[in-house]
């Protein structure tokens, strides 16, 4: 179980870095819980696919130096990675966008229930990023 885990996050980051957003949703489950960093928490996969518009919108980015870390029984697993992105456009009360680029240090915690997966909490250091598209 441990290595379908492994395979499932690789896949998860692998259609987020080729956009094939229909692929990244169809890893879900149904009532995914997505804990936002310094945000909501939003219940379902219809709610992960309407903050993925928003995201892509807002942001081009694409995930490099990923790490995935599991447990031995596959229910749970974590990835580390760096995200490097350009800010295109003002996401809600941040900065106004004018293409910042960025290179930011991620993490992520996941819950795999039914092999899909049930929980994705991501982290990253908001300060860092407003420094860095800061002009």
């Not at 441990?2 to 009532?31: C, M, R, V, W």
């Not at 995914?32 to 518009?53: K, L, P, S, W, Y």
């Not at 229930?113 to 860092?128: A, F, M, P, Q």
């Amino acid at each position: 179980m441990k290595t379908s885990t492994h395979s499932l996050i690789q896949h998860y980051y692998e259609y987020f870095n080729q956009g094939d957003i229909p692929a990244f949703l169809n890893l879900l489950n149904e009532d995914i819980v997505h804990d936002i960093n310094q945000g909501e928490t939003e219940i379902g996969r219809q709610a992960f696919a309407t903050f993925m518009d928003r995201m892509d919108t807002a942001y081009q980015e694409h995930i490099e130096d990923l790490t995935i870390m599991t447990t031995p029984d596959g229910d749970r697993a974590a990835a580390e990675f760096t995200v490097i992105g350009t800010y295109k456009k003002t996401d809600y009360n941040l900065p106004t966008a004018k293409n910042q680029s960025y290179s930011l240090r991620c993490g992520a915690f996941f819950e795999i229930k039914n092999g899909k997966i049930s929980r994705v909490t991501n982290y990253y250091n908001l300060n860092d990023w407003l420094k860095q598209i800061k002009e």
